[in-house]
């Protein structure tokens, strides 16, 4: 399986080696009087009423490095239709340590900068702006929770790698917020140890199942929250060994390139609604004929008498 995974990869960066982004550039904006930035990526064949994945980068980091360690994200964005934007960060504190470029989790600074890029994307692009997908590394995974919480009704889902408030406080959010979170056990900056019972937190806070359900796949140990009115999932896929580093997950030859595959086909089931609104299919949606399941910790997808992988292909 692994092994053809790559090869839809390598399929899909030949592909892309001949294509044209609609948008491939940083973009100025004014937020709170203040000139930020933005890296913007527009496929060429974006569709209307398409979604946006924000991608943040970490504490004293910069979007090219983020965009540098997320490249697969647009080459997947133009087969699947949506926008893709790396903010960028200035000085400021987190937990009383400054930074030279970061992530505001004090005040509504950075909130506010997120939906004014949301704003200007929608206007400029035509997106679903009910489909915003709020994601970051280490700080900016971390900001992706506080963005979650202050705009949940502009925040469709949240996927965080290696990062979550190390302070300990409550957890409060108006709606039900899916989330991925993929953390390494050998993490030692945003403790591993920690993580576990962060999630618990969200998953108490908004109802969801006591018991998780658990699976190991691809050598990756998943833990997963239900609530139950919304479908609404919180996962944590927890990755043996792996430290506070971005290179382990997704350089090339690395045995977790799946997870590519498992965070887009996660995020596209939501939007900021109640209930799934894809299953994996960007042609079914949620009715009385589809039901979904997990076999082997894959998502299998069954409807009229046929069954689906997450990516779309009739398995049976």
Same mark, same amino acid.
């Given at each position: 399986? &692994?092994?053809?995974?790559?090869?839809?990869?390598?399929?899909?960066?030949?592909?892309?080696?001949?294509?044209?982004?609609?948008?491939?550039?940083?973009?100025?904006?004014?937020?709170?009087?203040?000139?930020?930035?933005?890296?913007?990526?527009?496929?060429?064949?974006?569709?209307?009423?398409?979604?946006?994945?924000?991608?943040?980068?970490?504490?004293?980091?910069?979007?090219?490095?983020?965009?540098?360690?997320?490249?697969?994200?647009?080459?997947?964005?133009?087969?699947? #239709?949506?926008?893709?934007?790396?903010?960028?960060? &200035?000085?400021?504190?987190?937990?009383?340590?400054?930074?030279?470029?970061?992530?505001?989790?004090?005040?509504?600074?950075?909130?506010?900068?997120?939906?004014?890029?949301?704003?200007?994307?929608?206007?400029?692009?035509?997106?679903?702006?009910?489909?915003?997908?709020? #994601?970051?590394?280490?700080?900016?995974?971390?900001?992706?929770?506080?963005?979650?919480?202050?705009?949940?009704?502009?925040?469709?889902?949240?996927?965080?790698?290696?990062?979550?408030?190390?302070?300990?406080?409550?957890?409060?959010?108006?709606?039900?917020?899916?989330?991925?979170?993929?953390?390494?056990?050998?993490?030692?900056?945003?403790?591993?140890?920690?993580?576990?019972?962060?999630?618990?937190?969200?998953?108490?806070?908004?109802?969801?199942?006591?018991?998780?359900?658990?699976?190991?796949?691809?050598?990756?140990?998943?833990?997963?929250?239900?609530?139950?009115?919304?479908?609404?999932?919180?996962?944590?896929?927890?990755? #043996?060994?792996?430290?506070?580093?971005?290179?382990?997950?997704?350089?090339?030859?690395?045995?977790?390139?799946?997870?590519?595959?498992?965070?887009?086909?996660?995020?596209?089931?939501?939007?900021?609604?109640?209930?799934?609104?894809?299953?994996?299919?960007?042609?079914?949606?949620?009715?009385?004929?589809?039901?979904?399941?997990?076999?082997?910790?894959?998502?299998?997808?069954?409807?009229?008498?046929?069954?689906?992988?997450?990516?779309?292909?009739?398995?049976?």
């Amino acid at each position: 399986m &692994i092994k053809n995974i790559f090869l839809s990869i390598a399929a899909l960066c030949c592909v892309m080696a001949g294509s044209a982004a609609q948008y491939n550039d940083l973009k100025t904006i004014q937020s709170g009087g203040v000139e930020r930035q933005y890296f913007l990526y527009v496929p060429t064949n974006l569709k209307p009423n398409s979604p946006m994945f924000i991608s943040c980068h970490g504490m004293n980091q910069d979007y090219q490095y983020q965009k540098t360690q997320m490249r697969w994200m647009p080459l997947m964005a133009d087969t699947a #239709s949506f926008v893709v934007v790396f903010p960028v960060g &200035i000085e400021g504190t987190a937990w009383g340590q400054p930074y030279t470029t970061g992530w505001n989790i004090n005040d509504m600074t950075d909130v506010n900068f997120m939906l004014d890029i949301i704003d200007e994307v929608k206007t400029d692009y035509n997106i679903d702006d009910t489909r915003v997908y709020m #994601s970051g590394f280490s700080l900016g995974g971390v900001f992706a929770y506080y963005m979650a919480q202050k705009a949940p009704d502009r925040i469709a889902a949240v996927v965080s790698f290696s990062g979550y408030d190390l302070t300990g406080a409550s957890i409060s959010c108006s709606r039900p917020i899916p989330i991925f979170h993929l953390h390494g056990t050998s993490d030692n900056i945003m403790d591993y140890d920690g993580v576990e019972n962060y999630l618990k937190k969200w998953a108490l806070a908004q109802n969801c199942q006591e018991v998780p359900v658990e699976w190991t796949d691809h050598d990756i140990s998943y833990t997963k929250y239900t609530v139950p009115d919304c479908e609404v999932e919180i996962i944590l896929a927890s990755v #043996s060994g792996i430290g506070h580093d971005w290179k382990s997950y997704f350089a090339t030859g690395s045995p977790y390139y799946h997870l590519v595959d498992d965070l887009w086909a996660f995020c596209k089931q939501y939007n900021t609604g109640c209930g799934k609104i894809h299953v994996g299919l960007d042609d079914v949606t949620v009715d009385t004929k589809t039901t979904k399941r997990l076999e082997d910790g894959q998502l299998l997808i069954d409807r009229d008498d046929k069954t689906y992988n997450a990516q779309g292909t009739q398995v049976k």
